[in-house]
């Protein structure tokens, strides 16, 4: 089985989280994805929500929350784990780069999501 480690940046409000999906995909993600050669979680995080989201993390507001463990959506024999961060950010959300689409999700739309975006909706809505 391979590992396949990512970062995620959780935004809540409204007892919804932000998800995206990719051209392409059928599945919501929680936006954020691999790190480069020698990225830090924090720079790697930064630079794939500006990428996706067009905005930039305030980096002294970046905060591990916690982490998801499970099958990586759409990859066989691969293990998925997901560490999650909030921060806070400047700038207005606008899906950019490989991100078709962003919308809030709620526990009543977890099939919508990948699987381990299905545990980080799970874990922050109570």
Known sequence: ?????SVAWVFSCDDKV????????DKYFIPG?????????????????????NIKLVPSSIHHVFS??????GLEDTELEMHCY????????MP???IESMK?????????????AQKVLWKVLK
């Open 33 to 53: 994805g691999k790190l480069e050669v020698s990225e830090t979680n924090e720079i790697g995080l930064a630079r794939e929500i500006q990428e996706e989201l």
């Open 1 to 5: 089985m391979k590992k396949l480690e």
């Open 18 to 25: 932000l998800c995206v999906k990719t051209k392409g995909k």
């Open 96 to 98: 950019d780069s490989e």
């Open 68 to 73: 998801v463990s499970d099958m990586a959506y």
């Open 104 to 116: 809030w999700l709620d526990k009543s739309q977890l099939k919508m999501c990948a699987p381990a």
């Open 86 to 93: 909030t921060a806070e950010f400047t700038g207005n959300l």
